[in-house]
């Protein structure tokens, strides 16, 4: 045999340079998911975590009863607020170092509030996390859009964001409760760190540096967006604490209204728009951020008063609360995942999103029915209704929001998204509080009185659900042609 036989023939040209793309897009794929999802987990996680260290922190900083809340609400006013601006700094400045930078204030901010020693302190350094969740947020959600087109690859990958998105709420109070018993508050800070720099390091690794978009920046739509968002979040926030009549309440909410009127007549004048109006062109596109407003309302007003439940009425731990809620998330994710892989393949987003808002509204009047001996085997059907319903709505009220919109768009579009859910927990909270306060307002405080303004709350979660299904209904029956001509014709973006 000659040496030339002996060796091994080439492989046809292009096969080992197509397998290692192909590998190469795989594990690229992977590392973005590991950091756009895990920037997401941080910032929802973050929205419960702390709310378990709460009677810590009270007691160590020296907090008094009415300042205390301003822990939570120093976050979601620079959150809410900001997010519309820091969607338009990613698609400005490049999504990549907005990603990278907004992430690394939050990190650096979480520790600062971990070393915090005062009460000033502690607040500064939530309000950073704040801005820093709001420039991240935006743009790890673009990100992942223009990783994944739209089709297969993108549902999957939304899927997964979905259930992240929503399973954070009861990691945030699974990993508070195992922190704060087994640690110390400061923990709830600290935590990001390690969780940081594995997402910093996965978004240096593999995201792409793409061109940030030329023109000038709408700095006066900017003022009118955080302002107005601002104004309204501190409304509802207000609102929550002393009253849908209070003065403070009533002139907020007013001057909210007026700067986002003046916004929206700025962003019609003006050449490159902070949020393009283009993007509420879409009648379903429209009632998807609506709905997604609607559906976290109801969410998390409720899981405000049932985390209360689970502590005072049940007598459960910080710990055990946490883990009550596993069931809730494990519904979420196979629901997600579900839709992502076959529902979403064979039924029209109309449908989904009807099926799914009736689900979690059932969900809902089943939970209605408890009573201050309730046992948890018996809210065990109602959280799997409720986490099931939720996380086929959240897949398919992201893709619908996102369908169709321009990559030049993406971050704009992410930034209302997000807007959406923000603002949606803050109504739902200032409204599911309101209904509790009317329905045990001269009754002696008891477990049979907070059982009882749950009931009435959750009733009413209920049926703001039902009104979302209904919403669905009529706004999800765009044709595919038009969908088509949406995606095609940037004049109509």
Known sequence: MSLSSSIAQPATPGQIPRTARLRARINTDILVLVAVLGCQLMVVVDATIVNVALPNIQQ???FSTSDLSWVLNAYTLTFGGLLLLGARLGDILGRRSTFLGGLTLFVSASIFGGFATDT?????????????????????????????????????????????SIGG??????????????????????????????????????????????????????????????AIVYGLVNAAEHGWSASVTIVALAVGVALLAAFVYT?????????????????????????????????????????QYMQEVLHYGPLETGLAYLPMTAATFAASQLSARVLVARFSTRALLIVAFSIAAAG??????????????????????????????????????????HPDDAGAASGLVNTAQ???????LAIMVAIFGASTRGMTPSDTTFAHGMTVTVLAAAVLLSAGGVLMALT????VQERTALASNPAQR
Not at 125 to 148: E, H, K, N, Y
Not at 210 to 220: E, N
Not at 476 to 479: C, D, F, I, L, M
């Open 60 to 62: 160590s900083l020296g």
């Open 364 to 405: 809902l009047y089943w939970l209605g029915t408890l009573d201050a001996s309730t046992p948890y085997l018996r809210l065990l059907g109602p959280l799997i209704l409720i986490g099931a319903g939720g996380g086929m709505a959240f897949l398919s009220l992201t893709t619908a929001a996102l369908r169709g919109v």
């Open 169 to 230: 709420f009861s990691i945030g109070l699974v990993v508070g409760g195992g922190l704060v018993q087994w640690l110390d508050w400061r923990w709830v800070f600290f935590v990001n760190v390690p969780i940081g720099l594995v997402v910093i390091v996965a978004g240096l690794m593999s995201l792409p540096r793409l061109t940030a978009t030329s023109g000038s920046f709408d700095l006066q739509g900017a003022v009118y967006s955080t302002a107005g968002v601002g």
């Open 267 to 307: 962003e019609n004048r003006v050449p490159q728009p902070i949020t393009p109006l283009r993007l509420f062109a879409s009648t379903s596109r429209s009632a998807a951020h609506l709905g997604r407003l609607v559906m976290v309302a109801g969410f998390m007003g409720i899981m405000f008063f049932l985390t």
């Open 476 to 479: 999800q029956g765009e044709r």
């Open 422 to 428: 923000q603002l949606g927990g803050t109504v739902g």
């Open 120 to 164: 000033s302190m502690l607040l500064v350094a939530r309000a950073f996390q704040g801005i820093g969740a709001a420039v991240a947020a935006p743009a790890a959600l673009a990100l992942l859009m223009t990783r994944f087109p739209e089709g297969q690859a993108r549902t999957r990958a939304l899927a997964l964001f979905t259930a992240v």
